[in-house]
Every structure is written in structure tokens, then in C-alpha cells.
């Protein structure tokens, strides 16, 4: 399917691995040209080079922490005009409800709830000016159904979606289109770094705590950062422009929900 966005350009964060890239390669093999941002320049160059090389998209790579003040400024300097915006950062640490005091709940907020809110906020105007623009925020599972290990990302992705189902239905009627999509578990070094903590507190390997859990989903296995970042692009297409403020969950079936 022709998605009708070459030559179109994206801000993709946090896409030097996983989730963040799978979006950025679809993006790229759709023919928009990128810019990438995340905080270590080794795997962000690899991965823009990779692909240049597989798509021959122009990518340009700033390095900077997209949830500071600083980082975003630096990499909204050197974006320049984009017509698509795909917000991402790093998930914040599980622990229990007792664990959790003040400063960790602003930690969490300003990277999963206010850094796409700052994003939105400096690049949506220009969407509208220009009438076309794609928003696609990447959020959790957790948003439908809690994940009590992640109250943190619960409560800050929560916020995100509050915001997004007001604001996307401000700005639809100049041609810009917020939606967000919810992963479930997918295999990336986040996957694993979750893995990891349930394998060291229950004295399993980390291959058993991974079977564990992909016995848990009805699909029977973890998604990957190629399905993630297809439907990333489809949402990012001229084919979503009626698709309005939707939270889409990929989950391989884990909500037990009927809506
Ligand atoms: P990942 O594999 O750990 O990749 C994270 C990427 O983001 C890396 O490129 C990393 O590069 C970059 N990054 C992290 N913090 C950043 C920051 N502050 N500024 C700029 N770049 C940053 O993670 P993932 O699995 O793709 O997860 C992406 C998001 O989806 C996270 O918020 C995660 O909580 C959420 N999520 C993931 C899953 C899953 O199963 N994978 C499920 C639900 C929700 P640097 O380290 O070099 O910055």
C-alpha cells in the first residue's frame, strides 16, 4: 500500500533501539525522511546509517536527552519544519505503591507526560499552519489496564492520554491527526530489562521468566519493533486522516477486554 507520505519529514525520539526505531525504519521505508534523536550517538548513528543505506532517506541524528529542557530545544533547533511527530523517551523504573515519593513521580511526569505535551506544543502550530500533520505518542499497555509494577508509567501515560484526547480534537479541523498506540510487551532492551528484574526476585533464569510471560499472551510470544512500527506508519499515512485521538493497543491480545 502506497501510504502517500514520501518526501514528507518526521521527528522520531528515542530511536536508536526498539520500539522508537521499528517507527523509524516503516517511516523510512514509506519515503519520509528523518530526524532521529536519542541520548547515545553510537547506536544512533548505526541506526541511521542502516537506514540511509536501506531506504536512501536523508536522516539526520541529534544526540540529546529528549526529556530536559535543553534536549528538546537542541533537537527542535535542528529538526526544522516537520510534518510528523512520533514522541517517545524511556519508561520509568517499576517498584511497588510505597516506593514512590514526589521527585520520582515529577521524573516520570516530565518524560512521559510533559516532554510530549512540550513537543506537541512547538510543532503542532506549524501543522496547522500548513494544514497536514501526523502525531503518534508512544504510551503502554498500562494506559487500559494497570500494570501495578509500573505505577510510575501508569499514572504519567494516563495524564498523556487525557491531554490527547482534547487537544487532538482541537486541531483535527486543520488537517493534523493526534493519535497514540499502546504497546504491550515487545521484544526490546526494555523487554529485557523487565525480564531481568522478574527473573533476579522470583531465582528464575531470564529465559524462563520470558516464556513465563509470553505465556501469558494469547498470541504466545512477545510483538516486535517491525509490527510496531508498520502500524506507526499507517497512523502517520494520508489514510489516517479520519483516525482522531484513538488509542490503538497492540498486545498480542493480553487486555482481556471486550472494547
Ligand atoms: P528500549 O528498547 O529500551 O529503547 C529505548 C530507546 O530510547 C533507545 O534508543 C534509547 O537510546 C532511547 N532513549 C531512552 N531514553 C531517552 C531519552 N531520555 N532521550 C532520548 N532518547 C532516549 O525501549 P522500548 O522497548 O523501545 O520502549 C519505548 C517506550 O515504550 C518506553 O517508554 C517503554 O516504557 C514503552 N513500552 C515498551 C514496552 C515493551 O514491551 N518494549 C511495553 C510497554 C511500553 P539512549 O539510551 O541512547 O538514549
Known amino acids: 500500500m502506497d501510504l502517500g507520505i514520501s518526501g514528507k519529514r518526521a521527528l522520531v525520539c528515542a530511536s536508536s533501539k526498539g520500539l522508537g526505531r521499528g517507527c523509524a525504519d516503516a517511516l523510512a521505508a514509506a519515503g519520509v525522511d528523518l530526524v532521529m534523536n ?13 537506514i540511509r543505506a536501506a531506504h536512501g532517506v536523508s536522516v539526520t541524528t541529534i544526540a540529546a536527552d529528549i526529556t530536559t529542557e535543553a534536549g528538546r530545544a537542541k533537537v527542535l533547533d535542528a529538526a526544522g519544519q516537520l510534518d510528523i511527530l512520533v514522541t517517545n523517551a524511556g519508561g520509568p523504573p517499576p517498584g511497588i505503591w510505597s516506593d514512590w515519593e514526589r521527585e520520582d513521580f515529577i521524573k516520570a511526569l516530565d518524560a512521559n507526560m510533559l516532554t510530549p505535551i512540550a513537543l506537541m506544543k512547538a ?7 500548513r494544514g497536514w500533520g501526523r502525531v503518534v505518542n508512544i504510551t503502554s499497555q498500562s494506559v487500559k489496564a494497570p500494570i501495578a509494577a509500573l505505577g510510575l508509567s501508569n499514572s504519567a501515560r494516563a495524564g498523556l492520554t ?3 484526547a482534547g487537544t487532538s480534537r482541537q486541531v483535527a479541523g486543520n488537517g493534523v491527526v493526534i493519535n497514540n498506540m499502546l504497546p504491550g510487551i515487545h521484544a526490546t532492551d526494555r523487554a529485557i530489562s523487565l525480564d531481568t528484574g522478574v527473573a533476579e526476585s522470583q531465582g528464575i533464569t531470564l529465559d524462563e521468566a520470558k516464556d513465563r510471560r509470553a505465556a501469558t499472551i494469547p498470541a504466545g510470544r512477545y510483538g516486535t519493533p517491525e509490527e ?3 502500524m506507526c506508519a499507517f497512523l502517520c499515512s494520508q489514510h489516517a486522516g479520519f483516525i482522531v485521538g484513538q488509542n490503538i493497543l497492540l498486545d498480542g491480545g493480553a487486555t482481556n477486554s471486550t472494547l
Do not use: C, I, K, Q
Open 123 to 129: 510543532l503542532l502550530p506549524g501543522m496547522m499552519d
Open 162 to 164: 487525557g491531554y490527547v
Open 38 to 50: 536519542a541520548r547515545g550517538t553510537e547506536a544512533l548513528d548505526a541506526t541511521a546509517e542502516s
Open 228 to 230: 510496531f512500527g508498520a
